[in-house]
């Protein structure tokens, strides 16, 4: 079974340059996750979607990102502008629900680098 | 969200079992207790996870103290492979939040 997909794996752009990232969730899994992880830290949650709802979105800089999963399968990233603060690892996981003993799955990430 | 605290690092020996400590004191009677971890230039991975009783799959095992303020990881053979920063993480029933921490960077030597 394939795994979460995200691409693209790495992007190098310009400050003020928009970005976005894709991910393709595991089949079936209802719940899709974005995180941010900076060098060194552990990751941070975003947004989470139950299907095409986000049910999670208090941690995401609303003034510059958005997201969205119009049919509850794939999702995309956006960043616009992108600032130099930006440049991070951004990581999409997917999980069959909200309980918490349901083993969320992570993708390999997209790296960002903001010049 | 309750905090964890862990070691910034560790070193084990090849072949050799390795515990991976996690205090929680301030932990809920529903908090779940999840352990994750991180290979380089990977996402995180599921490893295991428990309420209260100690919990054991292919991967590991997590023993849990009576009083729930702690619990510990165990790889029981480390392998070169084993090498990667492990979370350990509290969360409640429903909502399936993980807040990741620094973690613990294990360094597993040959």
Redesign the interface.
């Given at each position: 079974e394939a795994g979460v997909v995200q691409s693209p794996r790495y992007k190098i752009i310009e400050k003020k340059q928009p970005v976005a990232f894709w991910c393709n969730p595991i089949s079936g899994h209802n719940t899709l996750y974005w995180y941010l992880q900076n060098l060194g830290q552990g990751p941070e949650l975003l947004i989470r979607y139950e299907n095409e709802e986000a049910v999670d979105d208090s941690q995401l800089p609303k003034d510059r990102f958005s997201a969205e999963r119009l049919k509850g399968v794939d999702s995309t990233l956006k960043i616009q502008p992108a600032e130099l603060g930006d440049s991070a690892v951004y990581l999409c996981a997917s999980s069959l629900g909200f309980r918490t003993a349901n083993e969320q799955f992570f993708g390999p990430g997209t790296r960002l680098t903001v010049l | 969200d309750a905090k964890t605290t862990q070691p910034n690092s560790m070193e084990s020996n090849e072949e050799e079992p390795v515990h991976l400590p996690c205090n929680h004191s301030t932990i809920s009677g529903t908090d779940?207790i999840?352990w994750?971890r991180q290979l380089p230039?990977?996402?995180?991975?599921?490893v295991i996870?428990g309420l209260t009783s100690n919990v054991n799959n292919r991967m590991a095992s997590l023993a849990i103290a009576e009083d729930r303020k702690s619990s510990t990881l165990i790889l029981h053979r480390a392998t070169l492979r084993d090498a990667a920063?492990y979370?350990c993480i509290l969360?409640?029933?429903?909502?399936?939040?993980?807040?990741?921490?620094?973690?613990t960077i294990l360094r597993v030597k040959s």
């Open positions: - | 779940y999840h994750y230039s990977q996402g995180p991975e599921y996870h920063v979370y969360s409640p029933e429903y909502g399936n939040k993980l807040v990741f921490g620094a973690g």
